[in-house]
Every structure is written in structure tokens, then in C-alpha cells.
């Protein structure tokens, strides 16, 4: 089976990250410091030093063999200018991180919500036609079921002791 390679970029229309369900973790969007100091004049400052914005992690996966990375592109020699002003300010730059992938199906909904939702936007590649199957979501109970399920008890009890016996 050939290598099915799949790449987004995560970036937001508002400069913000992207919780990625499949990992559970956050992934840092694009920042267009021009376009935040619309809404917040103090980032213009920031514009005057980073003019190309700090790029969005990058999910690469590999679907064919069930891997995928989250990449940093400030790694990139393209980046290196913006790489060493990010160092002078004693910002580390994350490592690219490897993960396994159980159901590729689950990656591919979670990039394709993303890409559809307007938080990323492919880069390499393209996402098959068929997404496959999303493992489903475990059922999960309303906290409020379970306070009124509790109430409900408490009220039982309440009247099986207050309530005179059954002759």
C-alpha cells in the first residue's frame, strides 16, 4: 500500500489555536500580528518585529502506516530569522512529536471538522474521499442528570419514611 500523505496547517481566522480531539491536546494557529492589532492596538509592536507572523503547527499523517507528527515549522531554515528572535526572548521552540495512530478515521474527521470549520487548511496532499469510520464517543451522562437522579432518590427515601404504612 503506498504512503498516504495527508498535511494541514493549522490557522484560524482569529489568530487562535486548535483543540485536536484525537490527542487531546492544543495546537498553536497562526499568528498575523497585523491582523490582531485590528482588535488590539498593543500587538502592533509585535508586527513591527515579526512582519511574516509566526506560522501554525502543522499535523502531518501518514495514513498508510497509521503515524503522524505534529511539526513545528519554525524548525524550517525559512524561518530561522524568526526562530532566533523567538530564542532571544527566551521562547523554546517545541520539537516535533510523533504519534502513533489507532484509527486513522478518527484523525481524518478531526483534520476534516478543522479544515471545514475554517481552523486549518491543507498543505500537502489531500484527505481521502472516505473518511472511514470515527470510533464513537463514549455516552456520556449530563452532570445535571445525575444531581436530579440523586434528588429524585432523596425525595423517595423521604417519603417511604415520612408516609404511614400500607395495611
Known sequence: MATKLVEVSIETSKDGNLFFQPTGTILRGRKDFLRIAEHQPNAMHLYQEFRR?????????????????????LRD??????????????????????????????????????????HAKVTEGELPKDLGIETPAPAGQDPGDAKLDRLCDLVERLLERTAPAAK
Open 53 to 73: 507572523g509566526i506560522p501554525g503547527t502543522v499535523i502531518r499523517l501518514d495514513v498508510a502506516n497509521r503515524k503522524a507528527w505534529f511539526v513545528e515549522p
Open 77 to 118: 531554515e525559512q524561518w530561522a530569522e524568526t526562530r532566533a528572535k523567538l530564542k532571544a526572548r527566551a521562547i523554546d521552540i517545541p520539537k516535533t512529536e510523533e504519534h502513533g495512530v489507532g484509527n486513522p478515521a478518527d484523525w481524518l474527521w478531526a483534520i476534516h471538522r478543522a479544515i471545514r470549520d475554517g
